[in-house]
Structure formats: C-alpha cells, structure tokens
C-alpha cells in the first residue's frame, strides 16, 4: 500500500496521533447505532474470499495485467464466456483459463449460453435437443481437453427468469425445468464428475427455487453449486435470499446439507456501486459471513475486472478494498453489529502465522468499533494502523471512457491499546469510502513515517515471518526475517504514477554482508548487495533505481542470505534522463508491406507477415536487461457494437533473433486518438539494437513511439553508521558466560577445568570491552565453547595429571546443567505469563519461532 498524508478522518478516542498508550476502559459500552463489535476469541471459521469474482472480468490473456491479478491474493471465482460462443468476442473461460490459474485463481464457471450470438438469448432454432444439445456436447468435450478441467463450472442456463426467450414467461416454467434434466444429463454423460451450476435466476424467486429444487430431487438432478444474481438493489435482501435457500435444502435435502452457493453477478447496474469501496464492503461482509461466493457484474466492456482495473494496469478505489480483503488470511472472527443489515458493515479475521488481525469496514460516515479479548492475543499490548481508500470516478461513457484510477490508500491513524477491550468512536468517515485495521503486537511511539510501504503489513509467504519488538530502531512495530528460506517471499504492491525510473530504497539489518533478490512483476530485477550493518539490531539501506510500468506494480523481495531482517521499502520517483525515446514515424525506422506513417504515429502494422514497423540504433550502454515501453492507441471492435471491443496483439522480436519473440497484447484504448501504454522485458546486446513489430494473423495497434530503458541496477547500499564503530553484538556472549560459570570444578581434571577458566576470563575481557570488534566477540564466544567442550571427567580417581590416556570420557551430564537449567527458567517465565493470559499452546509456539 502506498501511504499518503492523513485524509480527514476523527477517531476520536482512539488518541489516533500516538500522543501516548490508549488505556482501554473495561466497562462495557452501550451499543450505538451502526456500532461493530470483533471478539478475538470467537472464530467462525476459515475465511473464504468467497466475494472474489469476476464476471467477464477477464477478457484475453493478459487483459487485465498480471499484475492487478496477482495483487488480489485470493481469487475464488471467474464466470466467462462458453467456449467458441458468438455472444462476445472475448472473455472466452478456456482461453482466459491459463491466466487466471496462474494468478492463483480458484473456479472457472462457463455461462454456456453465450454460445448464443443474441442477448437476450435467441428462440432455439427447432427443439432444445436438436439446437442446443449438440453445442452443450461440444463445450463439454472441449473443457475436457483442458490441463483445468476439474476447475470448471458449467452454467447451462442464465435469467432464464428474464432474458431468455425460451424460458421467460410464466407458463414455460416447466419446460425450464425439462431442458435443466436434459442439459443436466447430457453434461453428466460426457463427465460424470462434472460440476453443474443453476438454475441462475436473476432475481432469487423462492416458490420457484423451491419448485426446481423438488423437481431435482425426484429427478436426480440436484445442481452441484447453487446460483442466482444479487442486483439493482439487492444489499437489504441478501441474507434473507440465503436463509430462505438453505431451509428449502433442510427440508427437500435434509439439515445436513450445505450446497455451494454463488450469487456469480452481484451490484447494482449503472457501475457507480462498482468504484465504491464503501458500498462494496456492504457485499464482501454479507457473502463472507455467509459463506457463499459471489461474482461482480459485467456491465461494460470486458477485461477490466468489472471497474477494479483501468488502463489495464492502473487500480481503482475497488481493487484496493479487495487486494485488502484478499490479505486477510487465517480464521474469520465474530462480528457483532447493532443491526445486521446496517450501513456500517465489517469482517474480521486473525492469522496466527503473522499474528495479526485485519479488520475490513466501511457503509457509513460514524460508528462505534470495539475489540474485544485483546488480551488472549495481545497479553502486552497491540498497535493498531487504519488505512482508507476513496471511491473514484466512474466512466462517464462506458464504451468510450475508463473510470478513474485511484491515488491509492491512504493513513487514517495508529496508535497503541492495552487492555481486554478497546473502544473506538469513528467520525467524519466517508460512506463511499472503505478502512482496513491492522493490529498486531507491538508498539511504537512515533507515527510511521509518510512514503514507506511497511514489511510486516505486506504480503509474506513460505519462510519469510513478522517479528515484533518495541523501541527498535525500525519504521513501524516490526520487521520480516527468514529469507534464508527456499520460498521465503515479502511483496510489496506499489503505485507508479508514471512510466519510469523509481528509487527503492531497502531497509534492513544484517550482521554481516548478505545478498537478496529484488523482483518487479515476478520477474528478477537486481540481486542487492547488502553490506553488513554491524549487529542484528543495526540497520542500514539499499537503493536500486528501477524501472516500473505505470499503475500497479508488484515489488519482491526474495531469496536471500541468513540473518536478513527487513524493515520497509520505500519508493520516490526518481528523473528519467537515462530513458531513451524513440519515435515510430522516424526516418532511421524500416517500414516493410502496408505499414505507413500518418502524421506522428505509424499505422497498419500487421494483418499479414510482410507488414512490419522495425526500429532501428536502439543504444544499449551495456549488456542486460531492458524495459521496452509501447505508446499505442487502436479501438476495434465487432458487429459495429462499441461495446464489443477486441484487443490487439503484436510480435516483437530484438535484433530479428525469433528466439526472442514476445507475444503482446494491447489492451483496447477505447478510442483510435487515446494512447496508452504497455511495457515489456527484454535483452539487449551493448551497442546498437533493433526491435521489429508485426503480426502475421491480425492488426497490431497504431504506434505513436517506444521508450527503453534499463531495468534496474543498485544504486548505493550502507548501514546507517560505520559497521566498525557499531556496538557489537555481545548476546550470545554473555550467554555463554554465564553458562561457563555455572560449572563446577568438582568432577573434572585440573588441566581440563583450568583451560575453561581461561577462556572465561578473556571472554570476560572481550564482554568488558567496549570498543571489541564483532570478530573479537565471535572469537571469545567460540574459544569458550571449546573450553566447556573440553572438560574432562575423573574416572576412578584420575585428576588429569597422570599418562593414563582417556580423553575419550569427556562429558557429563552436569556439564550441561547449565544449558537446562537456562531452558527450564525460560520456559517456567514464558509458561506464567501464558497461563495468565490463558492461551498456552499458541502463543507459546509463536514464542518459539
């Protein structure tokens, strides 16, 4: 998340500017109007991400970018079009498969009825069995081909209530439900393990819900997902809608049933719900409390993530809210409100791998949040941070415009609580507007400075683990270690305002020199060289100067060395003087067949293999890895619908080697005078490149010029102060000291017991030392360690100064007594604070991290 300067938002109790410790009071609170209540020690369950999911949002691969994808986390569901239909030219769920699998992405359903090139869809041409059967068959054996086969979901009919010709009028009820059996079976023969989803109403219609639902029981017919549309107007009615469906399944399929619901289209039409994080919280709170997934609607071009996307790579207000809720991980928590329909709606959920709990909520201008049970989580306290994101600007013409991006969130306040129960009273909020608390352990005294993007808030997987601690020299109340680890992973989801050079700056610690990977969009980046800061608690920073494509970029940092702590990263824009331009309509370029210049942009590139646009002299200072950016503009679409639009592709091949061809896809610009941009990864040679666009089997998109510019490189790296004037680290030191003196002369040999004494008394020496050098402090540690590991037992009498050899009878078990008796000391302190807090087994593991 990018932080910006606090918007003006009151949290009026919550002493939200770190003026000191919020002391919590623990009487209750009278419940207010709109009032939320999160009880830490009541879980519901796991959470789902049901409310994920996209109708047509995904239109060719590629289209939206990988990237926006990605940044949600957790995909659930994608609806799209049935394969080889007539009905869009786009959005095909086979062809978008690929994509959307390797993003994460959970069901693929397939409304199949767009086969049909009409909508509404069209009369059958002859009977269901003569025209719509054989193209059932076909989509069946085509899912059946693909690598996803078990991901999808197959959608036989869709508002058949309303837009259906066949199906729309009261007394064709019953033939509905003849045609479901008939698609049902057909689907079943060709795939018995298929997934079939239905009857997908437009509105929930609960006499013929339960009518379809007693005709499928008696004809073994029963839907696999159950599904129907929450639209214009839907919020107040949701749950109802649930709770009826489920006592029908009660009643027709017994109490022990619990079918799959999705409600895959889901916000009312026009799309001003769609740029609404505060509206869209209404949906995500009752679709995840109710453990159904949903799907958000298609009501303009696909490919934008219905309005979470724009310009393909650039976020609106909306894909913050979900790459928010996507974060949340582990077990939802209780959420009590006033009302449950009520304006101000939050979900709530704790993951005891970070130990964090993030809190989802918006609806409304005011409210009353309360946390309770703190203590079993946070027995010594917790910080919290609240951030916001706005609603932004929908299209204004849906076929022509895009809406608009978002500046991103934004810090509302942080502060630190003690006690059982804290109590917030939230004002001046914006009900379009959607807030994300993040509570951890620890505590900090001083605001978290603008600009940072803070580790242990960002997105962390395999080995990588927050760790919290107070008055560290760190950002915020805590760090990210263990990228030692083989997956060990923290990204970092940041806005460029702009396409080109930006400063990283890495915050971190090592004691000594270390290496870690810096990825952009998943892809290597730099391998940073960090020198060592001097100890585990001194901190230093590397800079690279990268170059990220405009709107959503995803930054990780991976694959490091031991003993890696990192604190933050910060992004600053950074001059751009190293980019090069380089024009289409330039004389140096090569045109080759139809491809021609018009004014400033060269047009008619593609359509057959001759027609090509080849830019040549593209200087290349170095060998290495370059960032190729397209300025290009096209707005084609089909049946003279604006609506239909078509993406573009191009080929492009460096220095005419086809092993280094790259597929392209060029989003559509909605207009022939709009230019976007696109940015791909290449490698250059030193000196002189050439870099060819074609497209043997279609248009490319018109192109105004490209920009290259090397992709990154460190630019600086130092600990903040002198790793050879820092303290050393004397921890283990003083460790093994102490363990050194807990040994008793009785029971080893003189010579033996008199070699530990002198390492001791120079480890002392060291430990005294002010000035000793962390080599000086490793060196006491070991030197000591030999010393303990080479007492000698007497046996029989021996003391050590005779010949007799018997170096073999080296340890006792009292030698050791000092290790254990360190042990057991630890664990009896960390039992009684664990004990009282009555949470032994978890938070005891997290102690032993």
């Not at 009409?118 to 085509?142: H, L, R």
């Not at 608690?537 to 990220?548: I, K, L, S």
């Not at 000086?776 to 010393?787: I, M, N, S, W």
Request: aromatic letters at 10%.
């Amino acid at each position: 998340m990018k932080l910006k300067l606090c918007k003006s938002v009151a949290l009026a109790s919550a002493v939200a500017l770190l003026g000191g410790s919020m002391a919590v009071a623990t009487p209750a609170v009278a419940a207010s109007a709109n009032s939320v209540t999160v009880d830490l020690n009541a879980t519901t369950g796991e959470i789902t991400h049901g409310a994920t999911g996209f109708l047509y949002g995904l239109a060719d691969d590629g289209v939206p970018s990988d990237t926006l994808l990605n940044g949600l986390t957790s995909l659930h569901t994608t609806v799209g079009r049935a394969p080889g239909g007539a009905q869009h030219p786009n959005g095909d769920a086979i062809a978008t498969a690929d994509q959307w699998k390797r993003n994460g992405g959970g069901d693929i359903q397939i409304y199949m009825k767009d086969y049909y090139s009409q909508w509404g869809y069209e009369a059958y041409s002859g009977s269901m069995e003569e025209d719509y059967v054989p193209k059932i068959e076909q989509m069946v054996n085509a899912v059946n081909e693909s690598p996803y086969a078990q991901s999808f979901v197959y959608v036989p009919f869709n508002e058949p209530d309303y837009n259906d010709a066949n199906y729309n009028k009261s007394d064709k009820f019953d033939a509905l439900l003849e045609d479901w059996d008939t698609a049902y079976r057909t689907i079943k023969t060709l795939d018995p393990d298929a997934r079939i989803a239905g009857l997908n109403f437009a509105v929930y219609d609960s006499a013929k819900y339960e009518a379809f639902l007693k005709h499928a029981v008696e004809n073994d017919t029963v839907p696999d997902i159950v599904t129907w549309h929450e639209l214009d107007g839907a919020i107040p009615r949701i749950y109802e809608d649930i709770e009826n469906w489920r006592a029908l399944e009660d009643e027709y399929l017994g109490v022990d049933s619990d079918l799959p619901i999705s409600i895959n289209e889901y916000a009312k039409s026009g799309g001003d719900e769609q740029v609404q994080p505060g509206t869209l919280v209404q949906y995500i709170s009752r679709f995840e409390t109710a453990g159904v997934s949903a799907a958000l609607p298609y009501w303009y071009p696909a490919g934008d993530l219905d309005w979470l996307a724009t310009h393909n790579n650039q976020a609106t207000g909306s894909w913050w809210l979900y790459s928010w809720y996507g974060q949340m991980k582990g077990q939802l928590l209780e959420v009590a409100m006033t009302d449950r329909d009520q304006s101000m709606q939050a979900l709530a959920a704790y993951d005891e791998s970070t130990r964090q709990t993030r809190v989802l909520f918006g609806g409304d201008t005011s409210s009353t949040l309360t946390l309770n049970g703190l203590s079993s989580r946070y027995a010594d306290g917790a910080h919290v941070t609240v951030y916001g994101v706005d609603a932004t600007a929908k299209a204004s013409n849906a076929t022509k415009d895009v809406p608009e991006a978002s500046d991103g969130p934004y810090r509302v306040a942080e502060y630190n609580i003690s006690g059982d129960d804290a109590t917030l009273e939230l004002s001046g909020l914006n009900r379009y507007s959607a807030y994300y608390a993040i509570v951890t352990p620890g505590r900090t005294a001083d605001e978290t400075a603008s600009g940072l993007y803070e580790a242990e808030y960002a997105r962390v997987s395999g080995e990588a683990t927050p760790m919290y601690e107070d008055g560290s020299d760190i950002s915020g109340v805590g760090y990210v270690q263990g990228y030692d680890g083989a997956d060990a992973d923290t990204a970092f989801f940041v806005t460029a305002e702009k396409d080109g050079y930006y400063d990283l700056s890495v915050r971190y610690s090592s004691a000594s020199d270390a290496r870690i990977v810096l990825k952009l969009n998943r892809q290597d980046a730099v391998e940073l060289e960090l020198p060592g800061t001097g100890g585990s608690d001194a901190w230093g920073t590397a800079v690279a100067r990268v170059y990220m494509p405009l709107g959503i970029n995803q930054v990780d940092l991976t694959g490091g060395t031991y003993g890696i702590k990192v604190d933050s990263l910060e992004v600053l824009a950074a001059d751009d003087d190293a980019v090069r331009t380089y024009e289409a309509e330039s004389g140096y370029n090569d045109l080759e067949g139809a491809a021609r210049v018009e004014g400033n942009i060269v047009s008619y590139i593609g359509n057959g293999e001759g027609n090509t646009l080849r830019f040549n002299n593209i200087e290349a200072a170095e060998e290495g890895d370059y960032t190729i950016t397209f300025a290009y503009a096209h707005n084609e679409y089909t049946n003279d619908n604006e609506f239909q639009i078509v993406n573009r592709w191009a080929d492009v091949t460096v220095n005419d080697d086809s092993s280094t061809t790259q597929r392209v896809v060029f989003a559509n610009t909605r207009d022939w005078n709009d230019f976007w941009t696109t940015s791909i990864r290449v490698c250059l040679k030193e000196g002189s490149n050439t870099v060819m666009v074609g497209n043997a089997t279609g248009y490319a998109p018109n192109l105004d010029y490209i920009t290259v510019a090397k992709t990154a490189a460190q630019t600086s790296a130092k600990p903040d102060a002198d790793p050879g004037t820092q303290p050393a680290d004397k921890a283990e030191l003083n460790k093994v000291i102490e363990q050194a003196k807990r040994i008793d002369a009785d029971g080893y040999t003189s010579e033996s017991y008199a070699a530990l004494k002198d390492s001791l008394t120079k480890a002392e020496a060291i430990l005294a030392k002010d000035d000793a050098s962390q080599d000086e402090v490793d060196a006491a540690v070991a030197a000591l360690r030999d010393g303990i590991g080479g007492l000698k037992e007497i046996v029989s009498g021996y003391d050590g100064q005779s010949g007799s050899d018997t170096s073999d009878l080296e340890r006792d078990d009292r030698r050791n007594l000092g290790d254990t008796g360190t042990a057991v000391a630890g664990i009896l302190s960390v039992a009684v604070v664990l004990i009282a807090s009555g949470t032994v087994m978890l938070l005891w593991r997290k102690r032993s991290v």
